[in-house]
T-cell receptor, first 113, second 114 residues
């Protein structure tokens, strides 16, 4: 099993550009979570899908951030008009829907210049 | 909402000694408890998971204690070795029905001195 795959591992964007981050969950895992990690705020929940349906997006910034899960094999997190404060490591995790353990990918380090 | 405090933020112990990390949570409905390890440039590696009906769990040199009365969770690494050097995070979840968001502590930077 390859584990959770996240691409790209590193992304550098200029202020105002768009960034799309990709996550491929573990095969058979139908719950997908996105978290953001910064030195100051630590690990913060962003959003969560179960069987491709959005369940909880209470951690998502109201503007510029969106997430989708078009099929069971991948999810995307899109940040429009990126700002320097969006710089962080974005972590994706997956789990079986009826089992609480979450397994994390290596993360995407986003740097906004 | 749920809040988790983790201490200490930094911990340095000689090789072979024990290291203890403690987390305190606020929501008495918290059902699942986790410890993760993060090495530089890597994601989170799940070390142990504990359900709320368990007070103590031991696996491969790690001991997790859960004190529901005091809402406290601890991780004890016995006979630490340099490979244990990493950042450790506790995490909790309230949903008893399976997958749900995690609330994390701020992390403990553990250094094992050779």
């Amino acid at each position: 099993n390859a584990g959770v795959i996240q691409t790209p591992r590193h992304k550098v964007t200029g202020k105002g550009q768009e960034a799309t981050l990709w996550c491929e969950p573990i095969s058979g895992h139908s719950a997908v979570f996105w978290y953001r990690q910064t030195i100051v705020q630590g690990l913060e929940f962003l959003t969560y899908f179960r069987n491709q349906a959005p369940i909880d997006d209470s951690g998502m910034p109201k503007e510029r951030f969106s997430a989708q899960m078009p099929n069971q094999s991948h999810s995307t997190l899109k940040i429009q008009s990126t700002q320097p404060q969006d710089s962080a490591v974005y972590l994706c995790a997956s789990s079986l829907p009826d089992y609480a353990e979450q397994f994390f990918g290596p993360g995407t380090r986003l740097t906004v210049l | 909402g749920e809040q988790v405090e983790q201490r200490p933020p930094h911990l340095s112990v000689p090789e072979g000694d024990s290291a203890v990390i403690i987390c305190t949570y606020t929501d008495s409905a918290t059902a699942y408890f986790y410890w993760y390890k993060q090495e530089p440039g890597a994601g989170l590696q799940l070390l142990m998971s504990v359900f709320s009906n368990v007070d103590r769990k031991e696996e491969q040199g790690l001991t997790v204690l859960l004190n529901k009365k005091d809402k406290q969770l601890s991780l004890n690494l016995t006979a630490a070795h340099p490979g244990d050097s990493a950042v450790y995070f506790c995490a909790v979840s309230s949903n008893t029905g399976g997958a749900d968001r995690l609330t994390f502590g701020k992390g403990t930077q553990l250094i094992i001195q050779p």
